[in-house]
T-cell receptor, first 108, second 114 residues
């Protein structure tokens, strides 16, 4: 069975500080992993996916198969990064499975 | 390019009633997925439609059903509503192939069951 765990419901950092949003997954095969973000009063949207190995808005995420993790990182948080972040997994023919989300607040 | 639109935005029903939620896909997309998001939870996959056929289903009872139309718009129907069906229902469209496609979400329909 596929499972995504985001251990932190809330995360608060100061502007300019590094931020790391944790995501651990459970899946026996080779997963596709994604981070989705929902800014205040906006719809859920894709932030990045591991297959693209891209950096979006300064965020990066590395898939660690040994630790079954896909943590989202940014070296210097900005106030506009405040949002709800969801880690999601897609394995084989299964559809996207989301974690419960982490609410990030970046304080001035 | 038109985004994903859902209607209605809010809906109040009573237990035992039936409800139909609607979704218009983003232009050029042929796949629609429906998700249920309860308060404080992540979106939970209900089912997906690809070229008018159900293409995967999550752990939801048969009283949750759907349709996809030739123009790729979609409906989610829920019969015999229960209090626990109160949630935000999200529609997402994509262009599919073989999966792993990028999903584009609508703003959702907030359903309250009293």
């Amino acid at each position: 069975a596929q499972r995504v765990t985001q251990p932190e419901k809330l995360l608060s950092v100061f502007k300019g500080a590094p931020v790391e949003l944790k995501c651990n997954y459970s899946y026996s095969g080779s997963p596709e992993l994604f981070w989705y973000v929902q800014y205040s009063r906006q719809r859920l949207q894709l932030l990045l996916r591991h297959i693209s190995r891209e950096s979006i808005k300064g965020f990066t995420a590395d898939l660690n198969k040994g630790e079954t993790s896909f943590h989202l990182k940014k070296p210097f948080a900005q106030e506009e990064d405040s949002a709800m972040y969801y880690c999601a997994l897609q394995g084989g023919s299964e559809k996207l499975v989301f974690g419960k989300g982490t609410k990030l607040t970046v304080n001035p | 390019e038109t985004g994903v639109t859902q209607s209605p935005t809010h809906l109040i029903k009573t237990r035992g009633q039936q409800v139909t939620l609607r979704c218009s896909s983003q232009s050029g997309h042929n796949t629609v997925s429906w998700y249920q998001q309860a308060l404080g939870q992540g979106p939970q996959f209900i089912f997906q439609y690809y070229r008018e056929e159900e293409n995967g289903r999550g752990n939801f009872p048969p009283r949750f059903s759907g349709l996809q139309f030739p123009n790729y718009s979609s409906e989610l129907n829920v019969n015999a509503l229960e209090l626990d069906d109160s949630a935000l229902y999200l529609c997402a469209s994509s262009f599919s192939g073989a999966g792993n496609e990028k999903l584009f979400f609508g703003s959702g329909t907030q359903l309250s069951v009293l």
